[in-house]
Structure formats: C-alpha cells, structure tokens
C-alpha cells in the first residue's frame, strides 16, 4: 500500500523558517516524481514545487521561488521542502503527492498543517 | 500564473448529468494534455478522478469523463450521486514549467 506521510508543519513567525517532510513507502521511490501543494484555510488548491525522480528537474510556482527549495533522498525515501523567509500568506496545509501519470498525482498525504503568524 | 477559471458551484439531481469547466491559455490547457481532475469531498485529501485530459484511474467509476476543445478542458459526471457532492479541481501543466489548479467548483447533488 502506498504512503505517503508529512511532518514537520507546525507555528511559525513571519520571516521564518520550516522544514516539511514527506515519508513514502509502499513503492519505489526514487521511480517516481513528487509535488508539494498546499491548500490556505478554507480556500483552493495551489501547486507548489515539483521535482523529477533524480533530482535534475526542480520546479517552482512564481509565489515561492527563491523562498523555498524542493528536495529528496531517494535512499532514505524522504522528499522536503525547506521554506524560507515564511509570510503570512503561507498559512496552508501542505501536502506531499506522488505524480504517476503525467501531471497527475494519484497518491496524496494527509497534509501538515503550517501556520504563520506573530 | 494565473489559475485556471473555473464556475464557483454547480449543481445537479441524482441520476442527472453535470459539466464542470476548466478555462486556460494557450500557455496551459491549450498547449498540453496534462489535464487532471481531483475530487475533494469537505475534510478530505484530493483524489485523483481523471489524467490526461481523459484517462480514468483504476477505480474511478466510468461515469466520470474528461474532454478538451482549445484551452477548455471539461469534466463530466453522469448518473449523478449524492456521494458525488465534493469540490472538483481541474489542473495543468503550463509553458513555464509549471503547473496551475483552478479554483475549484463546488458541486451540489440536490
């Protein structure tokens, strides 16, 4: 069965920083690419960074390039997002998902939950 | 990027027939058929409905179609059930290398 579980959300002030981290089992890891997307309270999905199975291919939405950075250890089967200089528009659940088909994530976590405010 | 343009709420009675529509660029929808639907009933992670503008999942019910005309994609949800009731994402991949959601459509089974 397929997992995938995040951690490291929590409450942040604005300006700081966090790490999220997302632990995959139930497949092969490093075969597959990964998304982050994050959902603000009560509102839409919004697509956040991408990057390929070996890491040669990163992407980022325009609202968190050069504040966050995308990455992965296929060895330990982990995919993170470190965010940086963290606004008040951040607030989101964020969610690590697996692509299997081209562009479509089939395979979701439960989304952890980053809060940030003074 | 702008999101994709999609109608706040729809609705339909069982056994109806819905359309839900996507509107981009021809930066996006136009461009690519990397078009996703996700369904995302209240409280709950996304779930993937439809890929590539038409291809459905293992076990997602036929009922569920996809389609494209120029930078429209749709998805369409016949014999209409209450367990139907979610809000409805439309995605796509986009000429920046990036990818776009919609804004989503709440759906309403009556």
């Known amino acids: 069965e397929v997992q995938l579980v995040e951690s490291g959300g929590g409450l942040v002030q604005p300006g700081g920083s966090l790490r999220l981290s997302c632990a995959a089992s139930?497949?092969?890891?490093?075969?597959?690419?990964m998304h982050w997307v994050r959902q603000a309270p009560g509102k839409g999905l919004e697509w956040v960074s991408y990057v390929g199975s070996g890491s040669g291919v990163i992407f980022y939405a325009g609202s968190v390039k050069g504040r966050f950075i995308i990455s992965r250890d296929n060895a330990k089967n982990s995919l993170y997002l470190q965010m940086n200089s963290l606004r008040a528009e951040d607030t989101a659940v964020y969610y690590c998902?697996?692509?299997?088909?081209?562009?479509?994530?089939?395979?979701w976590g439960q989304g952890t939950l980053v809060t940030v405010s003074s | 990027q702008s999101a994709l343009s999609q109608p706040p709420s729809v609705s339909g009675s069982p056994g109806q027939s819905v359309t839900i529509s996507c509107t981009g660029t021809s930066s996006d929808v136009g461009n690519y058929d990397r078009v996703s639907w996700y369904q995302q009933p209240p409280g709950t992670v996304p779930k993937l409905m439809i890929y590539?503008?038409?291809n459905r999942p293992s076990g997602v019910p036929d009922r569920f179609s996809g389609s494209k005309s120029g930078n429209t994609a749709s998805l369409t949800i016949s014999g209409l059930q209450a367990e139907d009731e979610a809000d409805y994402y439309c995605s796509s991949y986009t000429t920046s290398s990036t990818f776009v959601f919609g804004g989503g459509t709440k759906l309403t089974v009556l």
């Open positions: 998902g697996r692509e299997v088909f081209y562009g479509g994530l089939d395979d």
């Open positions: 590539e503008v038409s």
């Open positions: 139930g497949f092969t890891f490093s075969s597959y690419s």
